[in-house]
């Protein structure tokens, strides 16, 4: 038990803390913002998108972001936010935006409206839960849609986010092939689709976005870009990329990400 005498000691002490010039925070201008929000209507800009995450290799992606001070989109898929809740946490702690890309990754088209408000909801929720973030933008799988998920879509007051850009890196697996078909896609308000389970991916990305900013690009989230900020629920952007050949840039089958392990149980 402490002693009267040291609780006073300690009491002085807080006393003394408080009234020091350099503890006097209120009447000092905050310090700036280490990250200032980048605005898409001065600065080029890019949004780099990750499906089917958290990815095994999520981690090590979120590390090159950060170095890089680069903001990214990640469509998570409810199975693998249940499996890898630490990678997500960490995604919206360290300010991505989070979108939501099913449950079970199925072809949204084939199921009945009820199935597929159920594998949107359960993501929403499981993202919520493991975040404290409710997702706020929707990609469905393979970018299918039909009138069905675009009116569910408005209901659950999601904008669609497509891509305009792919990087094949679920085919290639090549971090060169990777690399130049990204910046060979890149352009200004660019939505690149990229997935980080795709170790390549992880691994090339130091020197991608080196690339990258070097041509002058900000790497931000979707919802940065210019004309991006105020999407309508049940909207599809970017402007035409509602293309029937979406489907052929996005891996077939939804089990490519390693099944998640016990031990990736994070
Ligand atoms: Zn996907």
Redesign the pocket.
Known sequence: MKSPARLLLAATCTVALLSSPGAAWGTNKPKAEKTKPVDCAKVKCIALTF??GPGKYADKLLDTLKKTNSKATF?L?GQYVKSRKAFAKRMAVEGHELGN??YT?PHLRDLSEEKIREELTRTQDIVKQATGKTPTLL?P??GELDYRVQAIAKEMNLPIVLWNGGSRDWATKNEKAIYDEVLKNAKRDGVILM?DWVEQTVKVMPKLIAALQKQGYHVVSVSSLRGANKLEAGSIYPVGSEKDDLAAE??DS?D?PEAASPEDGL
């Open positions: 499906d089917d469509f898929e890309h099913s990754h990609r799988p393979y997935h996005t891996p939804p490519a």
